[in-house]
């Protein structure tokens, strides 16, 4: 099984990663601006599922078609893409809509929830992230291989959470801080709409 080291080792590194610039942490800043702190933690808790489902594919080996099939990528990747062009189109319309209460378009807690799974696991290029980086902390010598990749998914998703909820939190109390003016709701929907489509195209293009 894996060490001590070994695990607060991966863990540290996992953190640094996390709190780099990214699609997953800057869809966590604008869902949460937008929307305020419990928004970006339901977005956090479906990106950690979508963690699960690439930590699995990962362990089962299903993530070396991604690497192995261009097809297989592109595909997945374009579904990823057209995904967050709809996200843009939506905050572009947003002014048009009806808001709550506080100046923000309602969401049901599910909606937010799907919205950070379906947006990490369109993106193929984590479970090739984990193909590669999973099994650098692996001990080949040691039993129950799958068992190792599991827990060290695991520990990644810890990581993930504690800094993505941090984000969210730090978002969430800039977003209440401009709820009141709708001017600025406005404005936070356009620069929302402009990222998601920065993102699209940055997977769009994106390569294996």
Same mark, same amino acid.
Request: charged share 10%.
């Given at each position: 099984?894996?060490?001590?080291? =070994?695990?607060?080792?991966?863990?540290?590194?996992?953190?640094?990663?996390? #709190?780099?610039? &990214?699609?997953?942490? #800057? @869809?966590?800043? =604008?869902?949460?601006?937008?929307? &305020?702190?419990?928004?970006?933690?339901?977005?956090?808790?479906?990106?950690?599922?979508?963690?699960?489902?690439?930590?699995?594919?990962?362990?089962? &080996?299903?993530?070396?078609?991604?690497?192995?099939?261009?097809?297989?990528?592109?595909?997945?990747?374009? /579904?990823?893409?057209?995904? !967050?062009?709809?996200?843009?189109?939506?905050?572009?319309?947003?002014?048009?809509?009806?808001?709550?209460?506080?100046?923000?378009?309602?969401?049901?807690?599910?909606?937010?929830?799907?919205?950070? /799974?379906?947006?990490?696991?369109?993106?193929?290029?984590?479970?090739?992230? @984990?193909?590669?980086?999973?099994?650098? @902390?692996?001990?080949?010598?040691?039993?129950?291989?799958?068992?190792? !990749?599991? !827990?060290?998914?695991?520990?990644?998703?810890?990581?993930?959470?504690?800094?993505?909820?941090?984000?969210?939190?730090?978002?969430?109390?800039?977003?209440?801080?401009?709820?009141?003016?709708?001017?600025?709701?406005?404005? #936070?929907?356009? /620069?929302?709409?402009?990222?998601?489509?920065?993102?699209?195209?940055?997977?769009?293009?994106?390569?294996?």
């Amino acid at each position: 099984m894996l060490s001590l080291e =070994t695990v607060s080792a991966f863990f540290i590194t996992s953190v640094v990663l996390a #709190m780099a610039p &990214g699609p997953d942490n #800057m @869809f966590v800043l =604008t869902q949460a601006a937008l929307r &305020g702190r419990f928004a970006g933690v339901l977005v956090t808790l479906g990106l950690a599922t979508g963690l699960l489902l690439h930590t699995a594919a990962v362990s089962l &080996g299903v993530a070396a078609l991604f690497q192995a099939s261009s097809v297989a990528f592109t595909v997945l990747k374009l /579904i990823g893409a057209a995904y !967050l062009v709809y996200l843009a189109w939506q905050a572009f319309q947003a002014g048009a809509a009806q808001v709550d209460g506080q100046g923000r378009q309602p969401l049901s807690r599910w909606q937010l929830y799907r919205r950070g /799974i379906i947006m990490n696991v369109t993106n193929p290029k984590v479970s090739i992230f @984990f193909l590669a980086f999973l099994p650098q @902390f692996v001990n080949p010598e040691s039993n129950g291989l799958t068992t190792q !990749l599991l !827990l060290l998914g695991a520990v990644f998703i810890v990581a993930t959470l504690v800094v993505f909820g941090g984000l969210a939190l730090a978002a969430g109390s800039f977003g209440n801080w401009l709820s009141g003016s709708e001017r600025a709701q406005k404005i #936070m929907h356009r /620069i929302a709409g402009v990222v998601f489509i920065g993102l699209a195209i940055k997977l769009a293009t994106t390569q294996r």
